[in-house]
């Protein structure tokens, strides 16, 4: 049975839309909408076409050559040997025997293209990888694996690439603020982790939190586990940020930002009879008390002082 050029990321979405355009076909028939045939016939189409594209629809058109080598130019796999063209022209005349045809494609995000030049291989951008391989006979994949299977692939033979395995890297992963363990102030959980490839003494990368009260500078081990570290801010902060200090090839992670919110504040109430209120109080009288002791607006009030009031 021969495989269809096509293939969907989502058959079922294909099917909702399918059974919606046929319903609003069956309607446009039957109440004949002064509308122009051409028009009619374009509406169809735009609605056929949204269709495919809502269900992820990919079209692997026939490749030149025997076998088709997909080298992953996302940003994940910086640092990979293979994006040393050099190092990939070497290891492919390893791996491919000379009397086999292939072309050489690259992949990011959108569709495969041709290798760019250079010695080295850019970056493509990709905020998510995207592995859509044509309709060869194989495919020789140079790739870290980060991507969603896809509904379609011939046979492909993975090149596993040791500089991939452990990359030395640097993340800030979230910020959390919190009140401090005094209960004085406000204080900030940054989750970080640091991977580095196994060695003896991997050194450690110095994290700055600011605005810390004190250590401000926190060495953080290459580890496998992802660790918190708190830090207490200096009051009045309306930004706190944590930064790795030194270099990686992915800077993007490296530093995270949040704004504060500055506390809500809250009113002492005073209920007296008398004709004022302490400094910093609100004067309220017995009769302006909520009836409800559940009511909302008790939740205004962090503190309410009875200035000898009956009960």
């Known amino acids: 049975m021969t495989r269809l050029p096509f293939s969907f990321h989502s ?17 446009a028939a039957r109440r004949h909408p002064a509308i122009a ?8 189409l735009a609605a056929v076409v949204l269709s495919l594209a809502a269900a992820g629809t990919s079209w692997h058109r026939p490749a030149t050559a ?12 910086r640092g990979a040997t293979f994006r040393d063209r050099a ?27 041709p290798l760019p030049a250079g010695a080295a291989l850019p970056d493509l951008p990709a905020d998510r990888t995207v ?39 640097a993340a800030v992963l979230a910020l959390r603020t919190h009140r401090s363990r005094d209960g004085t102030g406000s204080a900030v959980s940054a989750s970080v982790c640091v991977v580095a490839p196994p060695s003896p003494n991997p050194a450690a990368r110095p994290l700055t ?14 580890s496998a586990d992802v660790v918190s570290v708190a830090r207490t801010l200096r ?28 506390p809500g504040r809250t009113e002492r109430w005073f209920v007296s009879m008398a004709g004022s209120a302490p400094p910093g109080w609100v004067l309220k009288r017995p009769a302006e008390l909520p009836a409800e002791s559940a009511s909302s607006e008790y ?13």
Request: glycine letters at 4%; proline letters at 11%; hydrophobic letters at 50%.
């Open 11 to 27: 058959p079922w979405l294909l099917a909702i839309c399918a059974a919606i355009v046929a319903l609003l076909s069956v309607l």
């Open 66 to 77: 025997d076998l088709v080598v997909m080298v992953d130019c996302s940003p994940s796999t």
């Open 37 to 44: 045939g051409t028009s009619k016939l374009l509406a169809l």
């Open 299 to 311: 939740l205004v009030a962090s503190i309410v002082a009875l200035d000898n009031l009956p009960a």
């Open 209 to 222: 939190i600011t605005p810390a009260t004190r250590d401000a500078v926190t060495p953080v081990e290459p």
């Open 235 to 262: 009051s009045g902060a309306a930004l706190v940020t944590a930064a790795f200090g030194g270099k990686d090839l992915w800077p993007e992670n490296d530093a995270l930002a949040m704004p504060l919110v500055p």
């Open 87 to 113: 190092k990939l022209e070497e290891r492919i005349r390893q791996l491919v025997d000379p009397a086999v045809r292939y072309e050489v494609v690259c992949f990011g995000a959108g569709p495969t293209s």
């Open 131 to 169: 592995y859509a391989p044509p309709a060869a006979s194989a495919v020789l994949l140079f790739s870290d694996g980060r991507f969603a299977v896809p509904t379609f692939a011939p046979p492909t033979f993975v090149v596993a690439d040791w500089a991939l395995d452990r990359p030395t890297d």
